[in-house]
């Protein structure tokens, strides 16, 4: 039995379409779906049910499936068994979506750390809004997606991460005070990430349960563009406190010392189980444990 038939079923049933799961490996939606029916040819069953438009697996397609698991399973084990008897280093290519927080925080030394461990590390970044990210790693496009929500669905898996501080932040120069209160900011310009997004929601909340009514507050999907509005004289933006230590070594930005605190931002590692490839595991674990032995003056202040 050809494994890369059992591995393209694997796909096509996982992402429920076959669009998808070609985009996933690489190849056609013609060459997908001979490798199917290549498949059913081989065992002599129909695996997937062609009536409609709508994807539908036979019961001798369900049954399959859960073969096709273990064989997969199987293949990953004894490749890796194998490989590291042979004692090669194999190289690790990652598709990883993030949220700009991330970006501007801990992910650049992050990939600096696994590529001193693993020089073949190949990484294709995608740097997109929390929803964006989500649906990306629901439809097979992104091994791994570190963002504010977790996935939830058949197949897919989510981790916590530490959660990130979030800050007024402001002017170096502008924005003197040595301690804001919240009626204090709520006169300025305010600027935090887009609508319904969770620093949105809490900033809104945040004054709300003091009864203030802020003068006005910006949706902005961009920490850089935010900080351009803060070098400019704009406003005062929410942002994660170590992305901003990170731009205030060569920006004129400075957290504000403010009577309350921002909610913080959750951050979770989404990925979908493959049982073709330890990868994306080994990575969620990598991210974990760097994350989690962070400083704390850069991952709780």
Not at 70 to 90: D, V
Not at 129 to 142: C, I, S, Y
Not at 152 to 174: I, K, N, W, Y
Not at 249 to 255: A, G, S, T, V
Request: aromatic share 6%; hydrophobic share 45%; with cysteine.
């Amino acid at each position: 039995m050809n494994l890369r038939f059992v591995e393209a079923f694997y796909w096509v049933v996982s992402l429920k379409s076959v669009s998808r799961a070609a985009e996933k490996l690489f190849i056609t939606q013609s060459a997908m779906s001979s490798r199917i029916a290549a498949l059913e040819e081989e065992l002599g069953v129909l695996l997937l049910d062609r009536r409609d438009k709508q994807f539908r697996l036979t019961v001798a397609g369900m049954r399959f499936f859960n073969h096709a698991q273990r064989l997969l399973a199987l293949q990953r084990e004894i490749k890796g068994e194998m490989g590291a008897g042979a004692g090669q280093q194999r190289s690790v290519s990652l598709r990883i979506g993030v949220i700009e927080s991330v970006l501007h925080s801990w992910l650049i030394e992050w990939v600096q750390h696994m590529r001193s461990g693993n020089p073949d590390f190949e990484l294709e970044l995608t740097v997109e809004t929390t929803p964006v990210l989500v649906d990306q790693v629901k439809r097979g496009a992104l091994d791994l997606a570190i963002c504010a929500l977790p996935t939830v669905g058949e197949g897919l898996r989510s981790r916590a991460l530490p959660p990130m501080e979030m800050v007024f932040v402001g002017h170096a120069q502008l924005h003197r005070k040595r301690r804001y209160t919240l009626a204090d900011l709520a006169r300025l310009d305010l600027l935090t990430f887009q609508r319904g997004s969770q620093p949105h929601v809490g900033l809104l909340d945040l004054f709300r349960a003091a009864g203030l009514e802020l003068k006005r507050v910006h949706a902005i999907s961009s920490i850089s563009a935010m900080v351009q509005l803060v070098e400019g004289g704009f406003g005062v933006a929410t942002l994660p406190l170590a992305a901003v230590r990170r731009l205030a070594e060569r920006l004129p930005l400075k957290p504000l010392n403010c009577e309350a605190q921002l909610p913080p931002l959750p951050v979770h590692a989404n990925y979908r189980e493959d049982p073709t490839s330890a990868v994306a595991q080994g990575v969620v674990d990598a991210v974990v444990d760097y994350v989690v032995a962070l400083p704390d003056h850069r991952k709780k202040r």
